[in-house]
């Protein structure tokens, strides 16, 4: 069964983002509403337009709101409106999202499944933020917009009528700016999912004193997270005894070893001797020994942090020290020690 296209004239529907659109009937063929049934059944099962009308209608559905590669459809759709005597909604057809070489977004362009970009350590929020930004400005030049900012700002009239690009370093940009900027009890609880995942979690950081230690070691770490498994990755030595020294971090700042081996020794009897664990007495101590030995702090400075995180890049040496406390920070310089031979 199919739709009969009156022959002659137009059919003109206002779409919120295109504005009037106006197809000639001419150009619309007579459409399949019902396909061929088999046995008894006079008919079979309705087709695409047929459906989604008696849907939207039987839902009392006022704005549809879909991609722009559906505009073709929509003038067969208000004729069904029409034929029916039902009110015809708003369209709105949004641009629509192209890879980086400006082909619709596939597979092949990576990640297209929202769980994905979840599983890879994207925030919610942020993931809301970015792709409420394809295609849509608010006006004026701020990007960083919380949720309740979107649903207070954003409307129709604002969508623009140009295909947007999906931006994988951007959305990383979002992300990292959501990891920095977000009060901090809003993030513990990702950062805590992301550790119990990755079998790193403690109870005892859920409640009292472990609690305000796991604020602050999140809080030091997260300028310089790009994504949540971050936390459990190049910053495990925050969260465990149980990590790797990177070896090019090694190659990179334990050039000299027996050199390295008496400069950590020295800065680990030190760091024990003091009475007092924050950041002057270790920023003291630590550059008493260097400057003692003849050397540059910043030689130093870099052992000590291959010795006590594993890498070398890692949030303030002293900071970091305060974080992970003494009694860790001494054994750790000594197994280092142990390491060099």
């Known amino acids: ?58 839902m ?27 009110a015809i909604p708003f369209f709105a057809h949004l641009p629509l999202i192209l890879g980086a070489d400006k082909s619709r977004l596939s597979k092949r362009h990576g990640a297209t499944d929202v769980n994905m970009y979840r599983t890879e350590g994207f925030l919610p929020e942020a993931f809301r933020n970015f792709l409420a930004l394809l295609g849509w400005a608010p006006g004026g030049d701020e990007e960083f917009l919380r949720t309740s900012q979107l649903l207070e700002k ?54 009292g004193a472990g609690r305000e230690w796991f604020s602050r070691t999140v809080d030091l770490l997260r300028p310089r997270v790009r994504l949540l498994p971050d936390f459990a990755s190049w910053s495990r030595a925050f969260f465990s005894d149980e990590f790797e020294r990177d070896p090019a971090a090694k190659e990179k700042f334990w050039k000299e070893p027996a050199k390295i081996k008496e400069l950590l ?49 890692a949030p303030p040496l002293f900071d970091t020290m305060v974080v992970l406390g003494q009694e860790r920070v001494v054994r750790r310089l000594r197994d280092a020690v142990t390491e060099l031979g």
């Open 1 to 58: 069964m199919r739709f009969k296209v009156p022959v002659g004239g137009t059919t003109k529907f206002l779409d919120v983002v295109f504005g009037e659109r106006e197809f000639s009937n001419d150009e619309i063929e007579d459409f399949v509403l019902l396909r061929s049934g088999k046995g008894e059944e006079e008919f079979g099962q309705a087709m695409y337009h047929m459906s989604v009308v008696v849907d939207d209608i039987d």
């Open 60 to 86: 009392r559905i006022t704005h549809v709101i879909r991609g722009a590669d559906h505009i073709s459809n929509t003038p067969k759709q208000v004729l069904l409106y029409r034929a029916m005597g039902a």
């Open 154 to 207: 954003f409307s129709l009239q604002g969508v623009s009528r140009t295909n947007a690009v999906f931006d994988r370093p951007k959305l990383e940009w979002f992300n990292t700016q959501y990891l920095q900027k977000l009060p901090i009890d809003e993030l513990l609880p990702e950062v805590e999912a992301q550790l119990r995942r990755s079998g790193l979690w403690k109870d005892e950081w859920a409640t």
């Open 265 to 313: 020794r020295k800065t680990a009897d030190a760091l024990a001797a003091l009475t007092e664990w924050s950041h002057d007495p270790c920023d003291h101590a630590t550059r008493a020994v260097a400057e003692a030995a003849g050397v540059k702090a910043g030689l130093l400075i870099n052992a000590i942090r291959v010795a006590i995180v594993g890498q070398a890049v």
